[in-house]
């Protein structure tokens, strides 16, 4: 059997204890820490092999934001021993190769159908089951159903009128084809200041015979300071694998950097802040927003930082005109800052020229191009960095239907705030579990920490639940209500719901409003959830295995 009939070979079983949606980061651990544990578990991925958005997200310039060393699983010392990552950020295809190697080592793929998108998800009330349905038909059984789809997995193609019209080609950087884009002498178009624009704008303008980037709201960013790891400091990393582990897990965000300085920014002369921030500035990454306690939460302390960043981007980018652009004036980091190589230089070269859509709007795109309310801009290629359907768009991808046929796109759709309970059940949704839910620490964390975390609850749920002889955990509505209160309070005590961003839904044209992260912390996260668990799953019902189970 060849390598690639493996990957894409069908599994006969069609019932399982458990299924899960999604083969990237989420998937595979959930999938190992099920299957360690006997259960019987199927996964299902779109995509033709693992990876989930690593395997999508091959734009230019595609690399993880989180340092290598902590952007990877701790749930197995060896795995962490015997992986060495090149530089201080990891590019899309070494992830990709880890995630590959992770699979081999443990041999995921076995359990895995590839190429197979799930159309929906139905609780069946009378049987206790999930009941599963393919795109191509396929029904599947299963007692609990596992999403790990990602909160970054729905693109966001703003619907403008014409783009069918366009001649030439055109891109999301969430879907970029496997063959490069061959981009030298054209004239390219990038929509989209975020992540995904910051750092393939850099990258195309080299190649590119023009780029137009076509920028609605500026990004904040800060140096990324990338450079090839040094074998003493990956010495010693492994040497420290369970301290890494330790304070990664405990940390507020999962990453290692702490707290600078536990006193508000407005405690420090305007001299000490500037000696402060130029520190972190020549560190590298992410880590200005930690400089101070109150920057995050007191707009006068976070215009300290935003001053900051605006001077240094008034220091790079040489035409003034260009350079009021690029500052961004809303609150420091309430959108995602981004790390970025070489962004701002960017604009400093002849070939390339910012667009301000805030003050005229893309009306449409033409055959030939972009039309704002000004100008047509004519253009050969066409890259949408316009972000994703964040947090719940990946889950309304499939038709999960509940308790009588309530599906989870009707249970939420009501705003302004998500109601789950933990970001991990629903209820009105026996049986069924999120990974990364939408008001857990997700997207706000070092992800793979927060994956962990969840796969490892959610592996220790079932085995209880096995133990006891359950057959039926459901979340209580009264500590979902709870639950999404105390979101919404600790979210409001910061900036983060003061600007409008992907983490609020802002970004999605009729999408309900409410900020979708947990932002207590990754750690104090982890010990409210280990609490839920040792009182016997508090805020959950359940309920003992029924002898009259019948499965058609
Ligand atoms: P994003 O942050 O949502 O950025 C989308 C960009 O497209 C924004 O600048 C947005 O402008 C613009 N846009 C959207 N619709 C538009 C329209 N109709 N007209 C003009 N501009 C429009 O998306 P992203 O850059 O893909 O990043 C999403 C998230 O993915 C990141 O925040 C990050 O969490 C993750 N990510 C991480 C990395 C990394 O680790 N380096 C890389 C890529 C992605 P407005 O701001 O005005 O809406």
């Given at each position: 059997?060849?390598?690639?009939?493996?990957?894409?070979?069908?599994?006969?079983?069609?019932?399982?204890?458990?299924?899960i949606?999604?083969?990237?980061?989420?998937?595979?651990?959930?999938?190992?820490?099920?299957?360690?544990a006997?259960?019987?578990?199927?996964?299902?991925?779109?995509?033709?092999?693992?990876?989930?958005?690593?395997?999508?997200?091959?734009?230019?310039?595609?690399?993880?934001?989180?340092?290598?060393?902590?952007?990877?699983?701790?749930?197995?010392?060896?795995?962490?021993?015997?992986?060495?990552?090149s530089?201080?950020?990891p590019?899309?295809?070494?992830?990709?190769?880890?995630?590959?190697?992770?699979?081999?080592?443990?041999?995921?793929?076995?359990?895995?159908?590839?190429?197979?998108?799930?159309?929906?998800?139905?609780?069946?009330?009378?049987?206790?089951?999930?009941?599963?349905?393919?795109?191509?038909?396929?029904h599947?059984?299963?007692?609990?159903?596992?999403?790990?789809?990602?909160?970054?997995?729905?693109?966001?193609?703003?619907?403008?009128?014409?783009?069918?019209?366009?001649?030439?080609?055109?891109?999301?950087?969430?879907?970029?084809?496997?063959?490069?884009?061959?981009f030298?002498?054209?004239?390219?178009?990038?929509?989209?200041?975020?992540?995904?624009g910051?750092?393939?704008?850099?990258?195309?303008?080299?190649?590119?015979?023009?780029?137009?980037?076509?920028?609605?709201?500026?990004?904040?960013?800060?140096?990324?300071?990338?450079?090839?790891?040094d074998?003493?400091?990956?010495?010693?990393?492994?040497?420290?694998?369970?301290?890494?582990?330790?304070?990664?897990?405990?940390?507020?965000?999962?990453?290692?950097?702490?707290l600078?300085?536990?006193?508000?920014?407005?405690?420090?002369?305007?001299?000490?802040?500037?000696?402060?921030?130029?520190?972190?500035?020549?560190?590298?990454?992410?880590?200005?927003?930690?400089?101070?306690?109150?920057?995050?939460?007191?707009?006068?302390?976070?215009?300290?930082?935003?001053?900051?960043?605006?001077?240094?981007?008034?220091?790079?980018?040489?035409?003034?005109?260009?350079?009021?652009?690029?500052?961004?004036?809303?609150?420091?980091?309430?959108?995602?800052?981004?790390?970025?190589?070489?962004?701002?230089?960017?604009?400093?070269?002849?070939?390339?020229?910012?667009v301000?859509?805030?003050?005229?709007?893309?009306?449409?795109?033409?055959?030939?191009?972009?039309?704002?309310?000004?100008?047509?801009?004519?253009?050969?290629?066409?890259?949408?960095?316009?972000?994703?359907?964040?947090?719940?768009?990946?889950?309304?991808?499939?038709?999960?239907?509940?308790?009588?046929g309530?599906?989870?796109?009707?249970?939420?759709?009501?705003?302004?705030?998500?109601?789950?309970?933990?970001?991990?059940?629903?209820?009105?949704?026996?049986?069924?579990?999120?990974?990364?839910?939408?008001?857990?620490?997700?997207s706000?964390?070092?992800?793979?920490?927060?994956i962990?975390?969840?796969?490892?609850?959610?592996?220790?749920?079932?085995?209880?639940?096995?133990?006891?002889?359950?057959?039926?955990?459901?979340?209580?509505?009264?500590?979902?209500?709870?639950?999404?209160?105390?979101?919404?309070?600790?979210?409001?005590?910061?900036?983060?719901?003061?600007?409008?961003?992907?983490?609020?839904?802002?970004?999605?044209e009729?999408?309900?409003?409410?900020?979708?992260?947990y932002?207590?912390?990754v750690?104090?996260?982890?010990?409210?959830?280990?609490?839920?668990?040792?009182?016997g799953?508090?805020?959950?019902?359940?309920?003992?295995?029924?002898?009259?189970?019948?499965?058609?």
């Amino acid at each position: 059997m060849t390598f690639t009939q493996h990957k894409s070979q069908k599994n006969a079983n069609t019932d399982f204890d458990a299924v899960i949606i999604g083969a990237g980061f989420s998937g595979l651990y959930m999938l190992y820490r099920l299957r360690e544990a006997g259960f019987s578990v199927q996964a299902y991925d779109a995509a033709p092999d693992v990876g989930g958005v690593w395997y999508a997200n091959r734009y230019p310039g595609a690399k993880c934001d989180s340092e290598s060393i902590i952007y990877n699983y701790m749930f197995s010392e060896e795995l962490y021993q015997e992986w060495t990552w090149s530089s201080r950020y990891p590019e899309q295809a070494e992830i990709l190769s880890y995630l590959n190697y992770v699979a081999d080592k443990f041999d995921l793929r076995r359990d895995i159908q590839f190429n197979t998108r799930m159309r929906a998800a139905h609780y069946d009330e009378v049987n206790n089951r999930w009941r599963l349905q393919t795109e191509d038909g396929t029904h599947i059984t299963a007692t609990y159903f596992i999403t790990g789809v990602g909160n970054l997995s729905s693109s966001n193609i703003p619907k403008f009128k014409g783009l069918d019209s366009f001649e030439g080609d055109w891109y999301h950087t969430g879907h970029w084809p496997h063959e490069k884009v061959d981009f030298k002498g054209k004239r390219v178009g990038v929509i989209g200041t975020g992540s995904s624009g910051i750092q393939s704008i850099p990258v195309i303008a080299e190649e590119a015979g023009h780029l137009f980037v076509f920028q609605r709201t500026p990004g904040y960013c800060t140096p990324a300071r990338n450079h090839a790891y040094d074998p003493e400091f990956i010495r010693q990393t492994k040497a420290n694998y369970s301290e890494i582990k330790r304070q990664t897990r405990e940390s507020a965000t999962g990453y290692l950097h702490k707290l600078i300085h536990d006193r508000s920014a407005l405690a420090d002369s305007p001299e000490e802040r500037q000696r402060e921030y130029q520190k972190v500035w020549d560190r590298g990454g992410f880590g200005l927003g930690t400089t101070y306690n109150d920057l995050i939460i007191n707009p006068t302390a976070n215009e300290t930082v935003a001053e900051f960043i605006r001077s240094k981007i008034g220091e790079t980018v040489k035409d003034p005109k260009t350079a009021e652009l690029l500052k961004p004036t809303y609150y420091f980091a309430a959108k995602r800052p981004v790390l970025d190589t070489n962004y701002y230089e960017t604009y400093n070269r002849d070939n390339v020229t910012l667009v301000d859509v805030k003050s005229a709007p893309i009306t449409e795109i033409t055959p030939k191009g972009i039309k704002t309310t000004e100008e047509e801009y004519a253009l050969d290629i066409l890259v949408f960095a316009t972000g994703y359907d964040a947090m719940t768009g990946p889950l309304f991808k499939i038709d999960i239907r509940g308790k009588d046929g309530i599906s989870l796109k009707e249970k939420w759709a009501g705003g302004p705030q998500t109601r789950t309970y933990l970001g991990i059940a629903n209820a009105g949704f026996p049986n069924m579990f999120m990974i990364t839910g939408p008001e857990s620490p997700s997207s706000l964390s070092n992800v793979p920490v927060s994956i962990e975390q969840h796969v490892e609850w959610i592996g220790d749920c079932l085995e209880y639940l096995r133990e006891h002889g359950i057959t039926t955990i459901e979340a209580k509505a009264e500590a979902e209500e709870a639950w999404s209160a105390h979101c919404r309070e600790v979210a409001d005590a910061t900036l983060y719901t003061k600007t409008d961003s992907w983490y609020t839904g802002a970004n999605i044209e009729g999408k309900p409003r409410g900020f979708l992260i947990y932002v207590g912390g990754v750690g104090a996260y982890r010990k409210i959830c280990d609490e839920v668990a040792a009182k016997g799953y508090e805020g959950f019902s359940l309920t003992p295995t029924s002898a009259k189970e019948t499965i058609s």
